[in-house]
Nanobody, 133 residues
Framework: VQLAEFGGGTVQPGESLELSCVVS????????IGWFRQAAPGKEREGVA?????????YYADSVKGRFTISRDNAKNTVFLEMNNLKVDDTATYYC??????????????????????????WGQGTQVTVSS
């Protein structure tokens, strides 16, 4: 299983960015997927948005609710994170992660932020998002 993130960059506060994560080696019918971010090396990864394999109701962390939207295009095996009204505190490396485990998005996002504790979860290499004036 391989995941690759695209779309990071540097923007000013209030602007928008869209990240994408291309998944290979795993059918979209068989994974729950989420976006996590890490503000600095050594800090735990925060799950910001997760969605189930059935594309049901997503979960959002309070810090991004109302500003970020997660969506998936199963035909392209790709997951997107639309980020609006970006803030300086959104600066981080953003990772996508996919698990074949049957887990609800509201469990994956809060509990899967430590990769070593989730050996069946696959991670991308990360993409940097910097919000600065």
């Amino acid at each position: 299983v391989q995941l690759a993130e695209f779309g990071g960059g540097t923007v000013q506060p209030g602007e928008s960015l869209e990240l994408s994560c291309v998944v290979s080696g795993l059918s979209p019918d068989y994974y729950t997927i989420g976006w996590f971010r890490q503000a600095a090396p050594g800090k735990e990864r925060e799950g910001v948005a997760c969605v189930s394999r059935g594309n049901g109701r997503p979960y959002y962390a309070d810090s991004v609710k109302g500003r970020f939207t997660i969506s998936r295009d199963n035909a392209k095996n790709t997951v997107f994170l639309e980020m609006n009204n970006l803030k300086v505190d959104d600066t981080a490396t953003y990772y996508c992660a996919a698990t074949p485990r049957i887990v609800a998005p509201q469990v994956m996002c809060p509990d899967f932020g430590t990769p070593d504790r989730q050996p069946d979860t696959s991670w991308g290499q990360g993409t940097q998002v910097t919000v600065s004036s």
